[in-house]
Antibody, heavy 123, light 113 residues
Framework: EVQLVQSGAEVKKPGESLKISCKGS????????IGWVRQMPGKGLEWMGI????????RYSPSFQGQVTISADKSISTAYLQWSSLKASDTAMYYC????????????????WGQGTLVTVSS | QSVLTQPPSVSGAPGQRVTISCTGS?????????VHWYQQLPGTAPKLLIY???NRPSGVPDRFSGSKSGTSASLAITGLQAEDEADYYC?????????????FGGGTKLTVL
């Protein structure tokens, strides 16, 4: 079974750093892009960026460029999303999701999704 | 403000048919990019519902169908059931000066009356 399992909920203070993870199993981790999506409380889905674990090629949404860092360790089939200095506005649920492998980039969808990691930033 | 526009909410009685629209522009859906749909049940992660405009993954009931025309796409749900109450999101791609990126609709909350 193809699965993405994310790390557990985090409670942090403003200014602290954080790295959350997404571990893939049941497929060739290096052959599929992994994306990250933010969902703020009561709000919709926002695209953050994507990484290809095979060579760590990474693309960011303009809204998140410079705000977060996406990385991957293919030796342990895990992708990461990290912050160097959290803000209260980073409080949200964060999802990772595997991108399909259609020839044209514009044809790709995301499936499966991880269960989500809730990040709460509060003083 | 989402690049793809969805109605904030729709509702219907059990057994009825509802549709959810996803309106874009010439830089996304109108450019020929595929539209995909996700269902997010309360308190859970999004789940793929429709891919490639109109295809259902294995396990998704045929009560769910998708279509695309011009700069818009639609998700139709027939024979509405209580378990369909969820948030629904469309997803496509957008090509602009800032690059080529994934975009989501703002989401539509479906209420089964």
């Amino acid at each position: 079974e193809v699965q993405l399992v994310q790390s557990g909920a985090e409670v942090k203070k403003p200014g602290e750093s954080l790295k959350i993870s997404c571990k893939g199993s049941g497929y060739s981790f290096t052959s599929y892009w992994i994306g990250w999506v933010r969902q703020m409380p009561g709000k919709g889905l926002e695209w953050m960026g994507i990484i290809y674990p095979g060579d760590s090629d990474t693309r960011y949404s303009p809204s998140f460029q410079g705000q977060v860092t996406i990385s991957a360790d293919k030796s342990i089939s895990t992708a990461y999303l990290q912050w160097s200095s959290l803000k209260a506005s980073d409080t949200a649920m964060y999802y990772c999701a595997r991108r399909s492998r259609q020839q044209l980039v514009s044809e790709n969808w995301f499936d499966p999704w991880g269960q989500g990691t809730l990040v709460t930033v509060s003083s | 403000q989402s690049v793809l526009t969805q109605p904030p909410s729709v509702s219907g009685a059990p057994g009825q048919r509802v549709t959810i629209s996803c309106t874009g522009s010439s830089s996304n859906i109108g450019a020929g990019y595929d539209v995909h749909w996700y269902q997010q049940l309360p308190g859970t992660a999004p789940k793929l519902l429709i891919y490639g405009n109109s295809n259902r993954p294995s396990g998704v009931p045929d009560r769910f169908s998708g279509s695309k025309s011009g700069t818009s796409a639609s998700l139709a749900i027939t024979g509405l059931q209580a378990e369909d109450e969820a948030d629904y999101y469309c997803q496509s791609y957008d090509s602009s000066l800032s690059g080529f990126h994934v975009v989501f609709g703002g989401g539509t909350k479906l209420t089964v009356l």
